[in-house]
């Protein structure tokens, strides 16, 4: 069993910053891609950010310049560093990661963390 728990959400000032964890835990053999994604009320959800087992990164447009990537493979955790927030950033923000076990391979989600930017 696969689990990702999700870390380090809250209520910030715009201009201010947050920083996202997601460690996966359970039977776990390797680990591919690792994203963010965001849904905000009345939105679907969206892709904030990506990072590949080999550290290349994607970003919406949207957060480009504002919030870094970066993953730690030895503790299996994806993190997101958000900068310069702003009131749209506010969201809730979901981690995902695909991910192999012994028997077969598929994408997990974790179950959420809140972020809330005020102007």
């Known amino acids: 069993q696969v689990q990702l728990v999700e870390s380090g959400g809250g209520l910030v000032q715009a201009g201010g910053s947050l920083r996202l964890s997601c460690a996966a835990s359970?039977?776990?053999?390797?680990?591919?891609?690792m994203g963010w994604y965001r849904q905000a009320p009345g939105k679907q959800r969206e892709l904030v950010a990506a990072?590949?087992?080999?550290?290349?990164?994607n970003y919406a447009d949207s957060v480009k310049g504002r919030f870094t990537i970066s993953r730690d493979n030895a503790k299996n955790t994806v993190y997101l560093q958000m900068n310069s927030l702003k009131p749209e950033d506010t969201a809730v923000y979901y981690c995902?990661?695909?991910?192999?076990?012994?028997?077969?391979?598929?994408?997990?989600w974790g179950k959420g963390t809140l972020v809330t930017v005020s102007s």
């Open positions: 990072i590949t087992s080999g550290g290349s990164t």
């Open positions: 359970g039977s776990i053999f390797s680990i591919n891609a």
């Open positions: 995902n990661a695909a991910i192999a076990t012994m028997k077969y391979g598929m994408d997990y």
